[in-house]
């Protein structure tokens, strides 16, 4: 597999707290809806994630604005089968609008291989929408199973 290439001015690394302040929330927001968070709240997730080296929170940064222009999560599962090895899990990756189709999708998905590859995991799965299936299967996914969810009713307030 082979890394997309992509504009030098954009540089893929780890999440940093400062990040809060360049635009991450608003890149997951084009994924899923995130709540109002306070610098504070966020401060206090980033610590307890941060801490974890089996969850990666990776970022891609335009340099010359100080923005968080994609996101994307490794999350490697410690398993009892394959001899106690590690599955992975890519999630939440995300590309601010402003910058569909200049690769970073696929950028931001190969650096996660390459991380789980690193970690030692035996796989690496996703689940996403039928609409995303053509972009994963280019990056060398495929098809399998099914996936089910049972989401909990929200709290009665």
Do not use: W
Request: neutral net charge; aromatic residues 10%.
């Amino acid at each position: 597999m082979s890394m997309p290439r992509i504009d030098p001015d954009l540089v893929v690394r780890d999440l940093a707290m400062q990040d809060y302040d360049k635009g991450y929330l608003k890149v997951l927001s084009y994924i899923a809806n995130v709540a109002q968070m306070s610098h504070d709240t966020f401060e206090q997730r980033f610590a307890e994630l941060d801490s974890d080296p089996n969850h990666q929170f990776v970022v891609i940064e335009q340099a010359s604005t100080g923005t968080i222009v994609a996101a994307g999560t490794l999350y490697c599962e410690r398993k009892f089968i394959h001899n106690c090895g590690l599955a992975g899990h890519i999630e939440d990756i995300s590309v601010d609008s402003g910058f569909k189709r200049k690769r970073l999708g696929s950028r931001m998905v190969f650096e996660l291989l390459r991380r789980a590859r690193e970690r030692g995991c035996y796989k690496v799965e996703l689940r996403c929408t039928r609409d995303n299936v053509p972009f994963y299967e280019h990056c060398g996914f495929r098809q399998k199973d099914y996936e089910m969810v049972y989401t909990f009713p929200a709290p009665k307030l």
